[in-house]
């Protein structure tokens, strides 16, 4: 018989690993992170398990941590630096250079938006999940979206203008 955290909380690692790597692009970093939060997750099965948020929870425990490495740290700086998507589908490599041109755009989105962004975008979440997710309303999530989207959509017309 698997446990609570087996069933529940390890299943959500490739998506927690995504976003804390979204926020502080480093791998080893972000392995860490997730390690703390699993841990802390462990500790608290029971309060957990009838927590009615618990992608939320495991969101904001993950926030907490990078906070704490960056004060800890004194790294305040903005993030930055974004490596390219693997594409694990042979496409052409217009279509592969436009992916890599937006995901660059999304780096210079708020925060707000660029999570919104990759969980809807690249995770394929629903508004729905990404509101429970987050912890913010359903119009939260599709105003952020929208405005993240319409950057990005001027950024990439004013690019195709310069040549």
Same mark, same amino acid.
């Given at each position: @018989?698997?446990?609570?955290?087996? $069933?529940?909380?390890?299943?959500?690692?490739?998506?927690?690993?995504?976003?804390?790597?979204?926020?502080?692009?480093?791998?080893?970093?972000?392995?860490? @992170?997730?390690?703390?939060?699993?841990?802390?997750?462990?500790?608290?099965?029971?309060?957990?398990?009838?927590?009615?948020?618990?992608?939320?929870? !495991?969101?904001?425990? !993950?926030?907490?941590?990078?906070?704490?490495?960056? *004060? $800890?740290?004194?790294?305040?700086?903005?993030?930055?630096?974004?490596?390219?998507?693997?594409?694990?589908?042979?496409?052409?490599?217009?279509?592969?250079?436009?992916? *890599?041109?937006? @995901? #660059?755009?999304?780096?210079?989105?708020?925060?707000?938006?660029?999570? #919104?962004?990759?969980?809807? +975008?690249?995770?394929? @979440?629903?508004?729905?999940?990404?509101?429970?997710?987050?912890? #913010?309303?359903? +119009?939260?999530?599709?105003?952020?979206?929208? *405005?993240?989207? $319409?950057? #990005?959509?001027? *950024?990439?017309?004013?690019?195709?203008?310069?040549?």
């Amino acid at each position: @018989m698997k446990s609570f955290f087996e $069933t529940h909380i390890w299943p959500k690692r490739s998506k927690l690993y995504r976003l804390v790597y979204l926020w502080i692009r480093d791998r080893a970093l972000a392995e860490d @992170m997730i390690q703390n939060v699993f841990e802390k997750s462990f500790q608290k099965e029971e309060e957990l398990a009838n927590h009615p948020n618990l992608s939320g929870w !495991l969101v904001k425990s !993950l926030k907490n941590e990078v906070l704490m490495y960056y *004060r $800890t740290s004194n790294k305040l700086e903005a993030l930055d630096g974004l490596e390219e998507i693997q594409v694990s589908e042979p496409v052409d490599e217009e279509a592969k250079e436009s992916v *890599r041109k937006v @995901m #660059i755009l999304v780096k210079d989105l708020p925060l707000k938006q660029q999570e #919104i962004f990759q969980l809807r +975008e690249v995770e394929g @979440m629903s508004y729905e999940e990404i509101s429970d997710y987050l912890e #913010i309303s359903l +119009e939260q999530v599709k105003v952020n979206l929208h *405005r993240a989207r $319409t950057k #990005i959509r001027e *950024r990439m017309m004013s690019l195709k203008e310069r040549g």
